[in-house]
């Protein structure tokens, strides 16, 4: 449920208060304090349609404290729609208030399903005065525990093709939204209607019956309620979450449903890898992309949710409160990776739509914001990130993650001059340092993007076992230390959309000779070394913890022998801590040909640009996760040229550099604000006052850098780095 932004959530008429919200003057919440405003109705009356002052709804608020025991209400989460049109008319203590369409339709549906019992429910639009700021950023504070403590939240998901506010009964026959669901989730995939068997052939036809469910499920997978940033919260914290519309309970499912349907849809047994396969193309891609991207993300982050398992919240139940996760990210940057393509009214929202998740200890880095919306846009950004960077930097649980976690810094959305949502939030971004984020994904592939560096980053080891740290200094400098491999000479087309095979064709057709070039300057197998750069030298596939070590274990030798790591107890622990991070899904291609297209595939491939045709499945879908969002660029480094895959924004001009401690390499743009001087092989060194001033453009892969190749050669200057 979003906070509106604008205009308050209701407008109260009356005539001896025409200037201020009047409903709220006797409903004063304690500040600081765990006090929240709920709406409670009484049971209907025998004549539910014909109520004695003339109004649909009248309820009243009432507050009570978090901590107060035995006292049950439900939330409510439905997408507000325009909060311009406010024309709906309700008695809430005595005062008439306006609402949206959407609202008043979810609020009428809920009254009838409890006729005979009190309903007691948090609504965000009438709980939280939206006219008051500060009334809005204290109740921000306690989202988490509003969701926690409710009983159910309920999910309205309004049938678009009605267009009035509220039905008569019997008038529209309801469609079910779980019936699809259910099949899927409680037996066999050909126990979908529509499926039968004749003579022993299994056979698809779409039947009425079929239609049907299938019209209910489009219901819930297109809703616009999916793509609102403050839903995330409202169906990862609370115990129980269903989803309705119309006025039937009948027509109802609940996100237990979902779960075992995401968790059913690949089912390997035969029979239902026939009827997937006979099953229409358009809608088996349509039910992938609804679980595996959005049901599986969501189910994700329940596990790792705030309540724990001791207070009953069952299975799915999160341990993880407000610590750093399994992989030494903070949970914070985790979700805004996540959901960041997710849309909200104000850009700050995409920040506090998640922070109910995240701050819940007193010992949270992260939680010492204050969240606001009176700071400016630039202000909250940098704020936040920089303690996000503070998080990371301090090694709360150092056993296990020595040093600094520079995976903060990696994936999409630094970097000058991104395309932001609209020319108001450019302008109040104006000034944001390059190596803030700025929260913003474009859509759901660049949140993709950002979730796979983060999980394949552990594979690499650009900087060997150096260790560093990023530090801040003051508002807008970030401190790093390593050493320039060279500067940008080309930057060619991205790979915007994997799947669209015409695009891939044209876009890897420009690439071609461009590779051909490089690697026979450098007397190279062309296409051996193209396969590998495609792939970015890695492919999906489970291993084991001591598989991962033993690739791990010649480089972690050479170094402790070579007497250049002082702590190897140190980088055992960090070791092994990053073999049991998320990259345990990947591994490095192997040495033979076993993890790579045969010759006559492979050139296939590059003609017609179908990544779907690839094999071996396991490339296809490294070469799909390596090139979404990616352009290919050439470095001059030491009279020899490097290719690699960048961030699409990088320019001829930009330098790759090696950051002591991070295991990829960063594209920085130079920037003219100390004296500098230049040194053999084009690297930017400090001049006679200080460090290199840079922009951060992106991390990037690097053919032949990815494993320290680079570390201790000719190119390892140190400089200090100054990113801004």
Same mark, same amino acid.
């Not at 352009?631 to 001059?636: D, G, N, P, T, W």
């Given at each position: 449920?979003?906070?509106?932004l604008?205009?308050?959530?209701?407008?109260?008429v009356?005539?001896?208060?025409?200037?201020?919200?009047?409903?709220y003057?006797?409903?004063?919440l304690?500040?600081g304090?765990?006090?929240i405003?709920?709406?409670?109705?009484?049971?209907l009356?025998s004549?539910?349609?014909?109520?004695?002052?003339?109004?649909?709804?009248?309820?009243?608020?009432?507050?009570?404290?978090?901590?107060t025991?035995?006292?049950?209400?439900?939330?409510?989460?439905?997408?507000?729609?325009d909060?311009?049109?406010?024309?709906?008319?309700?008695?809430?203590?005595?005062?008439?208030?306006?609402?949206?369409?959407?609202l008043a339709?979810?609020?009428?549906v809920l009254?009838?399903?409890?006729?005979?019992?009190?309903?007691?429910?948090w609504?965000d639009?009438?709980?939280?005065?939206?006219?008051?700021?500060?009334?809005?950023?204290?109740q921000?504070?306690?989202?988490?525990?509003i969701y926690?403590?409710?009983?159910?939240?309920?999910?309205?998901?309004?049938?678009?093709?009605?267009?009035?506010?509220?039905?008569?009964?019997g008038t529209t026959?309801?469609?079910s939204?779980?019936?699809?669901?259910?099949?899927i989730?409680?037996?066999h995939f050909?126990?979908?209607?529509?499926?039968?068997?004749?003579?022993?052939?299994?056979r698809f036809s779409?039947?009425?019956?079929?239609?049907?469910?299938?019209?209910?499920?489009?219901?819930?997978?297109?809703?616009?309620?999916?793509?609102?940033?403050?839903?995330?919260?409202?169906?990862?914290?609370?115990?129980a979450?269903?989803?309705?519309?119309?006025?039937?309970?009948?027509?109802?499912?609940?996100f237990?449903?979902?779960?075992?349907?995401?968790?059913?849809?690949?089912?390997?047994?035969?029979?239902?890898?026939?009827a997937?396969?006979?099953?229409?193309?358009?809608?088996?891609?349509?039910?992938t992309?609804?679980?595996?991207?959005?049901?599986?993300?969501i189910?994700?982050?329940?596990?790792?949710? /705030?309540?724990?398992?001791?207070?009953?919240?069952?299975?799915?139940?999160?341990?993880?409160?407000? /610590?750093?996760?399994?992989?030494?990210r903070?949970?914070l940057?985790?979700?805004?990776?996540?959901?960041?393509?997710?849309?909200? /009214?104000?850009?700050?929202?995409?920040?506090?739509?998640?922070?109910?998740?995240?701050?819940?200890?007193?010992?949270?880095?992260?939680?010492?914001?204050?969240?606001?919306?009176?700071?400016e846009?630039?202000?909250?950004?940098?704020?936040v990130?920089?303690?996000?960077?503070?998080?990371?930097?301090?090694?709360?649980?150092?056993?296990?993650?020595?040093?600094?976690?520079?995976?903060?810094l990696?994936?999409?959305?630094?970097g000058p001059?991104?395309?932001v949502?609209g020319?108001?939030?450019?302008?109040?971004l104006?000034?944001?340092?390059?190596?803030?984020?700025?929260?913003?994904?474009?859509?759901?592939?660049?949140?993709?993007?950002?979730?796979?560096?983060?999980?394949?980053a552990?594979?690499?080891?650009?900087?060997?076992?150096?260790?560093?740290?990023a530090?801040?200094?003051?508002?807008?400098e970030l401190?790093?230390?390593?050493?320039c491999?060279?500067v940008?000479?080309?930057?060619?087309?991205?790979?915007?959309?994997?799947?669209?095979?015409n695009?891939v064709?044209?876009?890897?057709?420009?690439?071609?000779?461009?590779?051909?070039?490089?690697?026979?300057a450098?007397?190279?197998?062309?296409?051996?070394?193209?396969?590998?750069?495609?792939?970015?030298?890695?492919?999906?596939?489970?291993?084991?913890?001591?598989?991962?070590?033993r690739?791990?274990?010649?480089l972690?030798?050479?170094?402790?022998?070579?007497?250049?790591?002082a702590?190897?107890?140190?980088?055992?622990?960090?070791?092994?801590?990053?073999?049991?991070a998320n990259?345990?899904?990947?591994?490095?291609?192997?040495?033979?040909?076993?993890?790579?297209?045969?010759?006559e595939?492979?050139?296939?491939?590059?003609?017609?640009?179908?990544?779907? /045709?690839?094999?071996?499945?396991r490339y296809?879908?490294?070469?799909?996760?390596?090139?979404?969002?990616?352009?290919?660029?050439v470095?001059?480094?030491?009279?020899?040229?490097?290719?690699?895959?960048?961030?699409p924004?990088?320019?001829?001009g930009?330098?790759?550099?090696?950051?002591?401690?991070?295991?990829?390499?960063?594209?920085?743009?130079?920037?003219?604000?100390?004296?500098t001087?230049?040194?053999p092989?084009?690297?930017?060194?400090?001049?006679?006052?200080?460090?290199?001033?840079?922009?951060?453009?992106g991390?990037?892969?690097l053919?032949g850098?990815?494993?320290a190749?680079?570390?201790?050669?000719?190119?390892?200057?140190?400089?200090?780095m100054?990113?801004?």
């Amino acid at each position: 449920m979003p906070l509106s932004l604008t205009a308050g959530s209701m407008q109260c008429v009356h005539p001896m208060a025409p200037e201020h919200n009047y409903l709220y003057r006797n409903l004063k919440l304690q500040a600081g304090g765990r006090e929240i405003r709920i709406l409670c109705f009484e049971p209907l009356a025998s004549s539910p349609n014909t109520p004695t002052t003339g109004y649909q709804l009248e309820g009243s608020l009432r507050i009570i404290n978090l901590d107060t025991p035995r006292f049950p209400y439900q939330t409510l989460s439905y997408v507000w729609g325009d909060v311009s049109v406010k024309d709906v008319p309700a008695l809430i203590n005595g005062t008439e208030v306006y609402m949206t369409k959407s609202l008043a339709s979810a609020l009428h549906v809920l009254r009838r399903h409890h006729a005979s019992s009190a309903l007691r429910i948090w609504v965000d639009a009438i709980c939280i005065d939206q006219d008051d700021l500060d009334d809005k950023a204290a109740q921000i504070r306690l989202m988490g525990d509003i969701y926690q403590n409710c009983t159910q939240v309920c999910i309205w998901l309004p049938d678009p093709r009605q267009e009035t506010m509220i039905s008569a009964p019997g008038t529209t026959p309801p469609t079910s939204l779980g019936a699809l669901v259910s099949h899927i989730a409680r037996g066999h995939f050909h126990d979908i209607p529509g499926f039968s068997i004749d003579n022993g052939q299994m056979r698809f036809s779409e039947t009425e019956e079929f239609l049907a469910a299938w019209a209910g499920f489009a219901l819930l997978k297109d809703s616009p309620w999916w793509t609102r940033a403050w839903t995330v919260q409202e169906v990862v914290l609370p115990r129980a979450v269903r989803f309705f519309h119309c006025e039937a309970v009948k027509t109802t499912c609940d996100f237990e449903t979902l779960r075992l349907a995401e968790s059913r849809l690949g089912d390997n047994a035969s029979c239902c890898v026939r009827a997937r396969a006979l099953f229409p193309r358009d809608k088996m891609e349509a039910l992938t992309h609804f679980f595996f991207r959005v049901v599986w993300d969501i189910k994700f982050q329940r596990g790792r949710g /705030r309540g724990g398992r001791g207070r009953g919240r069952g299975r799915w139940r999160g341990r993880w409160r407000g /610590r750093a996760d399994e992989e030494g990210r903070d949970r914070l940057f985790y979700l805004l990776r996540t959901f960041g393509h997710r849309r909200c /009214r104000d850009p700050r929202d995409r920040i506090y739509s998640l922070w109910s998740q995240v701050v819940v200890r007193a010992d949270c880095v992260v939680g010492r914001h204050v969240p606001s919306y009176t700071t400016e846009l630039v202000g909250v950004y940098t704020d936040v990130f920089t303690r996000i960077v503070e998080e990371a930097r301090t090694g709360r649980d150092a056993g296990r993650w020595p040093g600094f976690d520079f995976r903060v810094l990696y994936g999409p959305g630094f970097g000058p001059g991104r395309r932001v949502d609209g020319l108001e939030e450019k302008q109040q971004l104006a000034g944001k340092p390059s190596w803030v984020l700025d929260f913003d994904h474009r859509d759901v592939r660049e949140s993709h993007l950002a979730i796979h560096t983060l999980a394949t980053a552990g594979l690499y080891r650009a900087s060997g076992w150096k260790g560093g740290r990023a530090v801040v200094c003051g508002s807008n400098e970030l401190r790093l230390r390593g050493f320039c491999v060279g500067v940008v000479s080309r930057v060619l087309s991205a790979v915007a959309n994997v799947h669209d095979k015409n695009h891939v064709r044209d876009v890897l057709g420009s690439w071609r000779e461009t590779v051909r070039s490089v690697f026979e300057a450098e007397k190279m197998e062309v296409k051996m070394l193209f396969a590998r750069l495609l792939c970015a030298d890695m492919v999906p596939d489970k291993v084991s913890e001591v598989a991962r070590f033993r690739h791990l274990a010649p480089l972690l030798t050479k170094e402790v022998l070579s007497g250049r790591t002082a702590d190897p107890w140190k980088v055992l622990r960090e070791s092994r801590f990053h073999t049991r991070a998320n990259g345990q899904r990947w591994r490095r291609t192997a040495a033979s040909l076993v993890d790579y297209p045969p010759d006559e595939i492979f050139d296939q491939f590059l003609r017609d640009g179908d990544v779907e /045709r690839l094999l071996p499945e396991r490339y296809a879908k490294a070469v799909e996760a390596a090139l979404t969002g990616r352009a290919l660029f050439v470095i001059e480094s030491r009279r020899r040229q490097l290719l690699g895959l960048c961030m699409p924004h990088a320019e001829r001009g930009d330098e790759v550099w090696v950051v002591y401690g991070a295991r990829l390499p960063f594209v920085m743009r130079p920037i003219t604000k100390t004296t500098t001087t230049k040194r053999p092989g084009n690297r930017h060194v400090a001049g006679d006052g200080g460090a290199v001033y840079l922009n951060l453009i992106g991390d990037c892969y690097l053919q032949g850098a990815m494993d320290a190749e680079l570390v201790n050669s000719k190119n390892d200057i140190p400089c200090e780095m100054v990113i801004i």
